[in-house]
């Protein structure tokens, strides 16, 4: 009977835990595809559009880096999720802000109270967008770094 493997022989061309090949694989097409639907939903806005362009740019930088691994798939990831959290938290607050609107054009109430009502919700909303914004360009700094380094 042949002995089983041990857990320190491994052969050459095995990768170690750390090195798992599909490591961030996932961050091309889930940035294509979190890119074109911010993109398409922010027609609207311009800040939402660049957005959605930056993060497409990002998915198409790291479908395009060919052998290269990613270096950092968790900060690439945070950014992805962060500019997905904020696009959706921009969007609930807006929602919130035409509800309020409708509440208190239903009472009657008169158009001085309607614009002091609604500067907070305007400036959360351009708040969130701004670090949407951000979020999108870390994303595509780290994919162009990704996707250019010489490594």
């Not at 060919?66 to 904020?86: D, E, F, H, N, W």
Request: aromatic letters at 4%; glycine letters at 10%.
């Amino acid at each position: 009977m042949s002995a089983p493997p041990s857990s320190t022989s491994r052969s050459a061309g095995s990768p170690t835990p750390g090195d798992r090949p599909g490591r961030g694989e996932w961050l091309a097409p889930a940035a294509l595809l979190v890119g074109a639907a911010v993109a398409f939903a922010g027609l609207g806005a311009p800040t939402v559009l660049a957005t959605g362009v930056a993060v497409a740019a990002a998915g198409l930088l790291l479908a395009l880096r060919g052998a290269r691994t990613i270096p950092a798939p968790a900060l690439l990831a945070s950014a992805l999720a962060a500019t997905v959290v904020a696009t959706l938290a921009a969007a609930a607050v807006a929602v919130y802000e035409d509800w309020q609107l409708g509440l208190r054009l239903a009472d009657g109430a008169a158009l001085g109270e309607l614009s002091a009502l609604l500067i907070p919700y305007e400036r959360a909303i351009a708040a969130l967008r701004a670090l949407a914004t951000f979020a999108a360009g870390a994303l595509l700094l780290g994919a162009a770094v990704t996707r250019f380094s010489g490594k």
